[in-house]
């Protein structure tokens, strides 16, 4: 595609300018599961952008208002953990981006091993059926957190997967998934990668910035101890690019063929060396909405939070009830998460192309235009639940898995 011709009507400033850039071609006939959500709505316009011809997208929930409605673009509504309907998608397709995933630690339990490692086996198993030769699967850093910093780590430097516990149900389905599907790899007839973001931004987010935000417009978002925990972000459409990227490298007698590689925005970040601080940025943003910044406010000390997230979590076992403070949150909000991305620089030919010195401030103007002003009209958060934004979408995930299960 030249870069005269059609983009999304939805792209930010600094993402029109980055699609303008030259790119290696992408397949013809693409597929893209859980399409529609933050990170594979924006993978699908990528492809396009870039020259696909086809991109199939397949997801629980339909495609909503900022869903590029393009003729290359078919979106088919349905489960992860359909088989006949995931086959039908993925037949005649070059490559498939595997991004249905239930996300973060709020969903019902069941829910992440039916969409996270079931639905995987399904996709690789839909593959194999038709014929289609490569895999880049959507994985998560978490499934190698064990609650200690991970301070500069390569990715052979974390805790190899299996591990014997986790921190969550997500990390533990996830890495059940990623490690299934990349035992799958047998070229040339199935070939797969993995491919990790770490604490995904940008316009359009619909999990981590607007929880963030909706705490603080109520009041309630506190820095958790000392505050100078280190950690790295990564831009929507670099995560998207590293992935399109992967798919390059997927041939016989590739060194990524089987592996796990994190994406981030690298050296672009305030630290060259890859990392920021991750209160600081937080409180840019809620400061730049227009909210009290979190300076003005007592820091909550570690020692009185760790023993309410632990009633927390009893109660919310108890009463079958999510709620935000729990230990889960406490450990990932206090610890060092930062990466050494040189193995995707090396293998992937990876570089950010969206900037952090521009991703990040143009992200918070983002929703300080688009966000705020509905904010403003429901004042909808609370200790025990999320965004109603982010609920409204795990339920409609939970509601056309769990039918399907049945």
């Not at 927390?312 to 949150?329: A, E, V």
Request: hydrophobic content about 40%; proline content about 7%; glycine content about 8%.
């Amino acid at each position: 595609m030249s870069g005269t011709e059609a983009r999304s009507p939805h792209l930010s400033a600094e993402q029109l300018k980055a699609s303008r850039q030259k790119f290696p071609p992408v397949p013809a006939v693409c597929v893209v599961t859980g399409g529609t959500g933050f990170v594979g709505s924006r993978l699908v316009e990528m492809l396009v952008e870039r020259g696909a011809k086809k991109v199939r997208v397949l997801d629980v929930v339909p495609p909503g208002p900022l869903c590029w409605q393009d003729p290359r673009i078919e979106y088919t509504v349905g489960s992860i953990c359909d088989a006949a309907l995931v086959a039908k998608v993925v037949d005649g397709a070059d490559c498939v981006w595997h991004m249905a995933a239930a996300v973060g630690p709020f969903h019902p339990k069941p829910l992440y091993r039916q969409v996270n490692y079931e639905g995987t086996m399904t996709v690789v198993a839909a593959c194999r059926a038709k014929g289609v030769h490569k895999i880049v699967m959507s994985s998560s850093p978490s499934t190698r957190f064990d609650g200690s910093d991970v301070d500069g780590l390569t990715e052979a430097q974390m805790p190899p997967l299996p591990q014997k516990r986790y921190l969550q149900p997500y990390a533990e389905t996830k890495a059940e998934a990623e490690v299934a599907c990349m035992a799958a790899c047998e070229p040339p007839e199935l070939m797969t990668v993995a491919v990790a973001p770490h604490q995904v931004y940008g316009p359009r987010d619909n999990l981590f910035l607007p929880n963030m935000l909706e705490t603080a417009g109520t009041g309630r978002l506190r820095i958790f101890g000392k505050g100078r925990n280190r950690i790295c972000f990564t831009h929507n459409d670099n995560y998207c690019h590293g992935l399109i990227l992967a798919e390059r490298v997927l041939y016989e007698g590739s060194p990524a063929l089987g592996k796990f590689y994190i994406i981030t925005d690298a050296h672009t970040h305030p630290y060259e060396q890859g990392y920021l601080y991750f209160w600081e940025e937080v409180d840019k943003a809620v400061v730049g909405v227009g909210f009290p910044s979190m300076y003005s406010k007592l820091h909550y000390p570690i020692w009185l939070l760790w023993p309410l997230a632990c009633l927390c979590d009893l109660i919310g076992y108890l009463f079958n009830i999510q709620i935000k403070l729990n230990r889960f949150n406490i450990i990932v909000l206090t610890m060092h998460r930062w990466f050494d991305v040189s193995a995707a620089q090396r293998d992937l030919k990876y570089e950010p192309i969206i900037p952090y010195s521009v991703g990040w401030p143009e992200t918070i103007a983002w929703f300080k235009q688009h966000w705020l002003p509905g904010f403003r009209e429901r004042h909808d958060t609370s200790l025990l639940g999320i965004a109603k934004a982010s609920q409204a979408k795990i339920d409609v995930q939970s509601d056309g898995t769990m039918k399907k299960q049945l």
